[in-house]
């Protein structure tokens, strides 16, 4: 580090009975006195002109995360970043590939994996928003170029931009990546910092654990480059971070920065849930968007089975869209977006959405992990989360700004026999959701 402190206040815990130096850095005594901007964390490490970018899109406080791991992530050590949805866990690890990167090289130096199409598209854009020339700076220098690798992109395409011009920094799903690997279109050695975003999600995916434990052990070694763990949810978090240790997936002083551990969810957000029959739930939901009037909302429906694909039967978003098409009265727009759309149909929905005009988006669980929406007051669940993270995720889709008061709402459709699986929720993840009596 140069000019900066650690941050003062918190504590580094050690695990691993001392066997490891990695270390778990807990904020919970956070002083919370941030008077630094989040310029001033970032001088001497990112270049001026991604300096002068945050400041020209209005970055100009850190947010908790920002201010507490951007120190170790700058002294260059390996991170588990474990911070509340919402929180710009984005931000920060772009932040640390900006300091890192030398544009006059012509190497893929940076890579991100990303769980979905959909956040990778997002974590292109503000990486390509941060590394565009603010104004007043000189056009014609050379400038960071950033790949999007993912699912539904041409491998011939890809092949051709990665011979003609390597890009310094790569944004890839775990699926297209391993398959340009596998071709050896490009190598890992040359990348010197290495993101894995929703890093629990992936891991819990058994299309795609095989192929990230590859890639952080057979296609490049945890000893050759930085690298960076980040999710609002890490189950587990000690046997995450011993396991981290033992694979090889990091070095021996990987450190944990836990913001908000007793609080894992927004503290703007108010939980309801609603008790009604299956056969009623249409019903409900409909008539509690009217009483809500939400300026924007999303509606999570639980994802088809195997058993109703082959049946024949629609799936549940289906149904809950063509039925809020057909009853719903407000001026909110109808999208659906959900695993089984192709990429096109998939993407438009997206663009419709960010358009900012008010929506009511019916998504699968596709829409609950990392995707950054224009603003919402409601979440519904139309289906009760298979898991209180799957919760964790979906609510954190609302209240994403981190300095504004805005209070949001999510509300659960439940069948009484599920009473009992929120509130373990409730426990799980503490907070205390309200029944709406009908
Ligand atoms: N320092 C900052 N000042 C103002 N806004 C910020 C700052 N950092 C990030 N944001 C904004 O906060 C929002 C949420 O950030 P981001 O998408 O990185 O959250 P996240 O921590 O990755 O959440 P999730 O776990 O849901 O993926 C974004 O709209 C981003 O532009």
């Not at 400041?55 to 700058?74: H, K, N, S, W």
């Amino acid at each position: 580090l140069s000019h900066l402190p650690f941050p003062k206040f918190g504590v580094i815990r050690h695990h691993n009975n001392n066997k490891h130096a990695s270390s778990s850095y807990n904020p919970h005594s956070d002083n919370k006195d941030s008077v630094v901007s989040l310029k001033e964390i970032c001088e001497g490490h990112v270049p001026k002109h991604v300096l002068k970018r945050i400041e020209e899109i209005g970055y100009v406080m850190p947010t908790d995360v920002q201010r507490q791991a951007l120190p170790f992530l700058f002294s260059g050590r390996d991170c588990i970043i474990h911070a509340q949805t919402g929180s710009g866990k984005t931000l920060t690890y772009l932040l640390l590939i900006f300091s890192i990167i030398n544009i006059t090289k012509s190497s893929v130096q940076a890579l991100v994996l990303v769980p979905t199409r959909e956040l990778g598209i997002q974590v292109t854009k503000v990486a390509r928003m941060l590394a565009s020339k603010p104004i007043g700076f000189q056009q014609d220098q050379k400038s960071c170029t950033i790949m999007p690798l993912l699912d539904g992109g041409t491998l011939k395409r890809y092949k051709s931009w990665l011979k003609a011009e390597p890009p310094t920094i790569v944004i890839a799903t775990v699926a297209s990546l391993s398959q340009i690997l596998e071709r050896q279109f490009f190598m890992l050695e040359s990348v010197r910092v290495l993101v894995v975003d929703e890093v629990d999600f992936i891991f819990n995916s058994s299309k795609q654990t095989s192929s990230l434990r590859k890639l952080l052990n057979s296609y490049s070694s945890c000893n050759n480059r930085q690298t960076v763990f980040a999710s609002a949810s890490i189950p587990q978090h000690r046997r995450f971070l011993h396991d981290c240790v033992q694979q090889k997936w990091t070095k021996s002083d990987v450190v944990h920065i836990h913001v908000s551990p007793v609080e894992p969810m927004p503290s703007r957000l108010s939980h309801r849930f609603i008790i009604c029959d299956t056969k009623r739930k249409l019903e409900t939901l409909l008539s509690l968007i009217q009483s809500d009037a939400p300026e924007s909302g999303i509606i999570f429906v639980g994802e088809q089975s195997e058993k109703s694909k082959k049946a024949g039967n629609s799936p549940s978003t289906s149904l809950v869209c063509d039925f809020l098409k057909a009853s719903y009265q407000g001026s909110l727009d109808i999208f659906l977006l959900e695993d089984d759309m192709n990429f096109n149909s998939r993407a438009a929905s997206l663009l419709e959405v960010r358009k900012g005009g008010g929506y009511l988006l019916v998504a699968t669980n596709i829409a609950a992990r990392g995707v950054d929406l224009p603003e919402m007051s409601h979440i519904y669940n139309f289906d009760l989360p298979r898991t209180a993270t799957d919760y964790l995720h979906r609510a954190g889709r609302t209240c994403r700004k981190p300095f504004s008061d805005m209070k949001c709402t999510v509300t659960t459709i439940i069948v009484p026999e599920e009473r009992f699986v929120l509130q373990k929720y409730e426990n799980e993840l503490m907070f205390n959701c309200e029944e709406v009596i009908p």
